[in-house]
């Protein structure tokens, strides 16, 4: 004997599913915690070696001296001629941050030179020079 069927009327279920939108969230913030350094250090600088060289998590504007010459602020290029005029626009804005120099370790030390006083003459008081670690005597690093 067949039972006989009973069709139960079509309701919706009224709650969301959210465990597919958490999990596409939480790849995307993956991917970006794993991608931001990789872009912030996205220029192909070879700093000088320091033995009293110590990271730094504070923020600030940074200026970058290429091998060829070329002057960046923030990975933005300017024109060595208008460095100032760009970074006075760039400094004045920003409410006094500190200033970080990443000078390639073949860029000539008076090209460095030009480039800090023009700072000072902009006003920075908080210049940092950015500089890779060294290795210490006995082969550690500090």
């Not at 010459?69 to 500190?98: H, M, R, W």
């Amino acid at each position: 004997m067949k039972r006989p069927r009973v069709k139960l009327p079509y309701r919706p279920i009224p709650d969301i599913n959210v465990t597919s939108l958490v999990d596409v969230t939480l790849v995307l913030l993956i991917v970006f915690m794993v991608a931001a350094p990789i872009l912030k250090s996205s220029l192909d600088i070879s700093v000088p070696q320091a033995a009293t060289a110590k990271p730094t998590d504070e923020e600030g504007i940074t200026v970058f001296i290429k091998k060829d010459g070329k002057i960046l602020i923030d990975d933005t290029p300017v024109e060595e001629a208008s460095f100032d005029i760009s970074f006075t626009q760039i400094y004045s804005a920003s409410s006094n941050q500190p200033v970080f120099l990443k000078a390639d370790a073949e860029v000539p030390y008076a090209k460095v030179l030009t480039v800090i006083d023009a700072l000072r003459e902009e006003g920075v008081t908080d210049l940092g020079l950015i500089a890779e670690p060294t290795a210490s005597r006995h082969g550690r690093r500090k």
